[in-house]
Nanobody, 121 residues
Framework: QVQLVESGGGLVQAGGSLRLSCAAS????????MGWYRQAPGKQRELVAR???????DYADSVKGRFTISRDRTKKTVYLQMSSLKPEDTAVYYC???????????????WGQGTQVTVSS
């Protein structure tokens, strides 16, 4: 199976930057998609950014121009560079992977435990 471990969260002032890392281990390859989601207290988990093996990158409208997702395929690590942070970015950020598990192309989703990002005013 796949394990995902996030790091890099913390407390930062509005306008500051953080870089989140997600280290993947187990049976995951460059054919698998990875992304970042976040969840604030009392709110639904939402997509922040995702990167597919086919090269497509999707961002939430609220983070376009401020966040950048990238991937180190050799190290099986995905990053989220966050700049110009706003208080509304405060949430637990989760790394996710969509892993192909059979020859028919079926996928299974895996999640990390999350890392807290708090942006103060």
């Amino acid at each position: 199976q796949v394990q995902l471990v996030e790091s890099g969260g913390g407390l930062v002032q509005a306008g500051g930057s953080l870089r989140l890392s997600c280290a993947a281990s187990g049976r995951i390859s460059s054919d698998d998609d990875m992304g970042w989601y976040r969840q604030a207290p009392g709110k639904q988990r939402e997509l922040v950014a995702r990167l597919t093996s086919g090269g497509r990158i999707d961002y939430a409208d609220s983070v376009k121009g401020r966040f950048t997702i990238s991937r180190d395929r050799t190290k099986k690590t995905v990053y989220l560079q966050m700049s110009s942070l706003k208080p509304e970015d405060t949430a637990v950020y989760y790394c996710a992977a969509s892993v192909v598990v059979n020859v028919e192309g079926a996928r299974r989703n895996f999640w990390g435990q999350g890392t807290q990002v708090t942006v103060s005013s």
